[in-house]
């Protein structure tokens, strides 16, 4: 168990929806990291929150968007659905930004399947 | 683009024998390697990590060398065991202002009992 927390599970939904994943962070990291896993693919980087400010981007769609609340928590928002958005999304957290030896611990995952 | 590789998808191994690992990077910029270990519907495990300044790096049955001049790292497990099989991803971390791990597409390894 790394400590991050990610909720829910699993996800069904239709095209054209709009669903919210949820990440909690290990006690203590500052850092919220999103990344998006789909069929045939490794990790790719969305996005990086520190301490409640955007920090990093990655290739992440305009139809998605992110956020972290004063409690550190993390909402990553996925609209307009489409069935290539289907895919496992991880929520990772440190305790820094990211420099020196800052390792990402990585949650359970979500599973979103767009139908 | 790849700037992180994992040229094989898989690798069967032994019990009780080594298990390499091999990874290659094309980014100058990259400062911070780890590996991490996936079980189907998990999320990544960290097991460990190696900074640019430093050739190897050891724990327990687990060590990771890299090769600054040739833009390659490994991960030796020793001995390896059943439970070890999983999938295997190796990651970097830039040192620009983007500390965003990239990901290599992972291998394989299945330790035979």
């Known amino acids: 168990d790394s400590g991050v927390t990610q909720t829910p599970k699993h996800l069904i939904t239709a095209t054209g929806q709009r669903v919210t994943l949820r990440c909690s962070p290990r006690?203590?990291?500052?850092?919220v990291y999103w990344y998006q896993q789909s069929l045939d693919q490794g990790l790719q980087f969305l996005i990086q929150?520190?301490?409640?400010?955007e920090r990093a981007k990655g290739n992440i769609l305009e139809r998605f968007s992110a956020q972290q609340f004063p409690d550190l928590h993390s909402e990553l928002n996925l609209s307009s659905l489409e069935l290539g958005d289907s895919a496992l999304y991880f929520c990772?957290?440190?305790?820094?930004w990211g420099q020196g030896a800052d390792t990402q611990y990585f949650g359970p995952g979500t599973r979103l399947t767009v139908l | 683009d790849q700037q992180v590789k994992q040229n094989s998808p898989s690798l069967s191994v032994q019990e009780g024998r080594i298990s390499i690992l091999n990874c290659d990077y094309t980014?100058?910029?990259?400062?911070?390697f780890l590996w991490y270990k996936k079980y189907p519907a998990e999320g990544p495990t960290f097991l460990i990590s190696?900074?640019?300044?430093?050739d190897k790096n050891e724990d327990g049955r687990f060590t990771v060398f890299l090769n600054k001049s040739a833009k390659h790292l490994s991960l030796h497990i020793v001995p390896s065991q059943p439970g070890d099989s999983a999938v295997y991803f190796c990651?970097?971390?830039?040192?620009?202002?983007?500390?965003?791990?990239?990901f290599g597409s992972g291998t394989q390894l299945t330790v035979l009992p």
């Open positions: 990772a957290s440190s305790v820094r």
């Open positions: 006690s203590g990291d500052l850092s």
């Open positions: 190696i900074s640019s300044i430093k």
């Open positions: 980014n100058s910029m990259f400062d911070y």
């Open positions: 990651a970097a971390r830039s040192s620009g202002s983007a500390r965003q791990l990239t």
């Open positions: 929150y520190y301490n409640g400010e």
